[in-house]
């Protein structure tokens, strides 16, 4: 390590190891160092199975493999059902409501649907308690899946207040053993730009205050219990979803341990991640759902929902869904991804990032505690300004692109033809703010593709094509991933508007100030350079770790391109 960094001018021959390893550690957003290298001294003794989905040495079922739908129509939804149960969904999960099938309609799109054998999973968002009465209208004993009552979580989306339902939990444990009532969403914390310890905490949080109604409303811990299901985002950075998953288990386990539950098992529905799919490139959300829907599967998932890669754009059609089931199929049948319990445990990098983001789960947990719980932390804006402070980092990253997106800002295709789907209804809205890591660019792209005339950024090339490609290739990618053509030529040829000086230091030193006159001359309103140097006649740089976000912003005025 220290002869890499020797070579770059980070480090030198006298510079100490542990300063050479500081180096090359990164934080996350949670502030957990992710360290270069893991040996056994950082190994984390853990009890048996304190992070693993359940006990035995193999699981050769699986886990479960959970559709959603969200088209209004109850016809199409009920086709669309049966043709994912009988080609490798093992559950469906259901919106209901204003933002899915009409809860009158619930029947219809139901029909044939043997919910003994596959689950039905109910989102029904302000109309949980209509969608409920009316799924278990048509359930028997035997029927199997969940009614989605959050309402912290609804709060959390949309800001109003609803109560638990402890009546609609009583009768559930006592009616129907294989329902759970509660589905606690963490996804809505991660949406809003929320760190992986923070959605942690907000769910402990979430599920502990439910916990304590249900039990004051005369459950017994173990029915309270086992009326909870947990739900997470699942997104591409695959060891860290890996170690929110095992923390889960290890801070429900704590939890239920101390209330006194004889069955500590958390049940974890992860669900690739909303927030880090893209409207642009969207074939490249297929990349990104199976890394995340892999991580899920090796974090012990019970069951997992793969987004279609057309999500951002509008109903998936019956291609894209196809796609997310043969996701989960190919890990599971091909892969044999579920076979082993907890494959992770043991591997000093996970135990320890595991370990560490349960540590700071835990700690934002009783931050929410100490401010008078959920409800509370929800009302006074804590949770919001937390989340805010978490996702402005990120923002940041995503623009200087240290966190790159594929198709978006880094190799976007300005001649693509986006796959055109009939609009989605609209998710419910009015709290928490809900974020996608590529609205920023892709908000530029649009702006830049509505105008009559493509803006365009002129590349002045300096030298021979060995010498500028390097740097012409690198400013190309940059404007094009704000939807602005570049065309490339020698200074002389430009012919007014934006330029960008592209060439290496030693030519910039000869030849760079004369370039720059040359465009001024010819009508620039604004002079780049690609790289780092200034320059007389040059306004400013382009360079790996620049603000991409502002200098397209900016280039976009000085086109004379306004929203």
Known sequence: ???????????????????????????????????????????????????????????????????????????????????????????????????????????EALKGVHTDLAPVVLDAGPQTGQAAEAFLALATPETLGNLGADPLGLAARTGVRAPVPVDLARRVAAEFPGIRTFAVDGTVHHDAGGSDAQELGAVLAAAVAYLRELTEAGLSVDEAAGQLEFRYAAHADQFLTIAKLRAARRLWTRVASLSGVSDTTARIHAVTSSAMMTERDPWVNMLRTTVACFAAGVGGADAVTVQPFDARIGLPDAFSRRIARNTQTLLLEESSLARVVDPAGGSWYVEQLTEQLAQAAWQWFTEIEKAGGLAAALDSGLVERELAATWEKRRKDLARRKAPLTGVSEFPNLTEELPVREAAPEPPG?????????????????????????????????????????????????FQAGGIETVAGAPEEFDGGVAVLCSSDKLYAEQAEAAAKTLRERGAVKVWLAGKGSYTGVDGNVFAGCNVIEVLEGTLRDLGVTA
């Open 1 to 107: 390590m220290k002869g890499v960094l020797r070579k770059s001018g980070a480090a030198t021959e006298d510079t100490p190891l542990d300063a050479v390893e500081a180096l090359l550690t990164r934080q996350t957003y949670d502030g957990v160092p992710i360290a270069p290298l893991y040996t056994a001294d950082e190994a984390i003794a853990s009890r048996p199975f304190a992070t693993a989905p359940r006990d035995g040495d193999e699981n050769p079922a699986g886990w479960d493999v959970r559709q959603r739908h969200t088209d209004p129509n109850p016809g199409r939804t009920r086709e669309a059902v049966l043709a994912d149960l009988e080609n490798g969904a093992t559950s469906v999960w259901l919106a209901v409501g204003d933002a899915g099938v009409p809860v009158e309609a619930l029947g």
């Open 430 to 478: 009015g709290g928490l703010p809900r974020h996608a890591y590529a609205q920023d660019y892709e908000a530029l792209r649009d702006l830049a593709d509505a105008q009559a005339v493509r803006p365009k950024v002129f590349l002045a090339t300096l030298g021979p094509v060995a010498v500028h490609t390097a740097r012409a290739t690198f400013a190309a990618n940059l």
